[in-house]
């Protein structure tokens, strides 16, 4: 084994000594799990998704986001679409921040995971996780551009996670707002749907 080849080993065996508290996922279910371990990290600035750096609490950087991405694109799930569980997960690591460094990276990801879930519940077809939400696939690209085709039922849902949230998520206000435009339905149908202060 070369010295380079021994170096990486050791480093990932150091990795893996560090995250042995944060399950693998096997499937969605777990992987929630693991998504609500991140989130105590981000409250705290302690646990096994912090370990080694320096964390303050309430504060999300981009290895916390980094944590996220892997968990939701594990390949034991790469290939299921993202559950509600999942995204109510990440939904309360985006609440319990109230720092960001990750510049942006977990927003684009709390986006990506909230079209994968409301399309996939809506019976139309989403890419790979691997795809869907990498930062270097754009959403645009895959996500429902019509809300005809998004169970109301979903948007109900979607909109009761985000009313009242202290931190706007830009990118996912203006895919609700594209969503909610496009099916022409007055808020009426849809009660208390969005904060008007939102759009």
């Known amino acids: 084994m070369s010295a380079s080849t021994a170096k990486i080993a050791d480093t990932t065996a150091d990795q893996d000594a560090e995250t042995s508290d944060v399950p693998q996922p096997s499937c969605r ?7 609500t371990i991140v989130r105590d990290g981000v409250i705290t ?9 320096i964390h303050f609490s309430r504060a999300l950087d981009a290895d916390d986001a980094a944590w996220c991405a892997r968990i939701l694109t594990v390949s034991a799930v790469e290939h ?14 985006s609440d319990a921040a109230a720092e960001r460094t990750d510049d942006g990276r977990f927003d684009d990801l709390l986006a990506k995971a909230v079209a994968h879930h409301a399309a996939s519940e809506s019976g139309l077809p989403v890419p790979p996780r691997t795809v869907a939400l990498s930062p270097d696939t754009d959403i645009e690209s895959w996500a429902p551009t019509q809300a005809a085709k998004i169970d109301t039922k979903v948007l109900e849902w979607l909109a009761s996670q985000m009313r009242g949230k202290r931190r706007i998520n830009h990118r996912l206000t203006a895919l609700v707002a594209t969503l909610i435009g496009a099916a022409a339905l007055p808020l009426a149908q849809l009660p208390g749907m969005l904060d008007m ?3």
């Open 45 to 53: 600035g302690e646990g096994p998704t912090t370990r080694g750096r």
């Open 80 to 93: 299921q679409p993202v559950s509600r569980a999942e995204v109510e997960a990440l939904f309360e690591i």
């Open 29 to 35: 279910q777990t992987a929630a799990h693991a998504l």
């Open 197 to 199: 202060g939102m759009l």
